[in-house]
């Protein structure tokens, strides 16, 4: 589906709130992906570098694409793929953060499609992730969970609209998302702990019966899938033999449950206030957009800043579920 002049138009909004989803295949030009496309390239080549220096690795495959060189080192040792791609994901404030990654989630064209659901005034929620899926690892598939399971419960009623943004064209193929339609008109699903790479994972038989119309959420490079927190989705494995770059990008109102006035570790009463008040206190909220107080919303200094605040602080997941049994 195409937004004309930037913007969706009611009947995307209303096909959005009916759905759960909405899959737009033209918000970037392509080439407003290129800087971080570029960016990663380029933290990836520092980090073999640097491991190549430690002595970790012989090989850094320099001569690789984008779409292949974390595969090779992956497959030359399983370890050394881990941890360039540890250091690339982001978690708990760490990962990749370039300026080109904070260009992104502040880009113009994005927080405008963002305010059509969301509103004027916008936090981007403290939960984002880069997603480099390497074919025939199993380590990037997710299974069927909503983003819901792993947020805050008093967050449920509180659109968090995730903006997934492939870097390259994402299909069956190379294991793009699969999405169940309507699914966030049913509340949280029972999920459990232990699915793989330690995920929640709602089992089979807790989807509801709607799963039979599960859709495939293909989405050219420049598009973006957009999805609620309740909306329940997997992602399957990569057959193809290039990486699936993509990255997930969250974003709310600031009128829903936030930690942007909080700083963490200050005071007891501070990590108290965050654990009980944010969606995801883990990790920092930040304003990206704001016509109330401009003033407040953050530059890239203060992104850094306050995602790096929360690092170290260890602050439990506001959701725990059974073990899968
Ligand atoms: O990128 C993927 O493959 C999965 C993304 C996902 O599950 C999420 O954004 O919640």
């Known amino acids: 589906m195409l937004i004309s002049g930037g913007r969706l138009s009611p009947e995307q909004v209303s096909l959005f709130n009916e759905d759960g989803y909405l899959i737009i295949d033209n918000v970037f030009d392509p080439a407003d992906l290129e800087p971080i496309r570029q960016d990663l390239e380029r933290e990836i080549g520092r980090k073999l570098e640097q491991m190549q220096d430690d002595g970790k ?3 850094t495959y320099p001569e690789a694409s984008f779409e292949q060189r974390v595969t090779r080192i992956y497959h030359d040792s399983r370890e050394n793929g881990e941890e360039v791609l ?8 760490g990962g990749y953060q370039g300026r080109c990654l904070f260009d992104l989630i502040t880009h113009p064209k994005l927080l405008d499609v963002v305010s059509d659901l969301v509103g004027p005034e916008i936090i981007a929620s403290s939960a984002y ?5 390497i074919s025939g690892v199993g380590r990037g598939d997710v299974p069927w969970h909503q983003d819901s399971g792993y947020f805050a419960p008093h967050c449920d009623r509180h659109l968090i609209l995730t903006c997934w943004i492939p870097l390259v064209d994402a299909t069956v193929e190379n294991g793009c998302m699969e999405i169940i339609p309507k699914s966030h008109k049913s509340g949280i699903f029972r999920h459990h702990t232990g699915g793989n790479m330690g995920l ?3 089992k089979d038989e807790d989807l509801p019966a709607t799963q039979r119309n599960k859709v495939a959420a293909e989405c050219p ?3 973006v899938v957009l999805m609620t927190n309740l909306t329940a989705h997997c992602s399957t494995p990569n057959y193809s033999d290039t990486i699936r770059w993509s990255l997930d990008l969250r974003y709310q109102s600031a009128d829903a449950p936030n930690n942007v006035n909080l700083w963490p570790g200050s005071s007891e009463s501070d990590a108290d206030a965050n654990t009980q008040i944010a969606c ?3 990790e920092a909220d930040f304003i990206v957009r704001s016509s109330n107080s401009p003033e407040s919303v ?8 306050r995602r790096a605040a929360y690092e170290d602080l260890g602050i439990a997941s506001p959701r725990q579920w059974a073990p899968i049994s």
């Not at 992730?129 to 899926?133: A, D, E, L, V, Y």
């Open 298 to 305: 953050v530059d890239y200094d203060g992104f850094v800043s």
């Open 129 to 133: 992730r880069i997603r480099p899926k």
């Open 280 to 282: 995801y206190p883990p």
């Open 86 to 93: 540890r250091h690339l994901e982001g978690a708990r404030g």
């Open 57 to 59: 690795l012989s090989q």
């Open 221 to 223: 490079r420049g598009g």
């Open 200 to 202: 929640y994972v709602i």
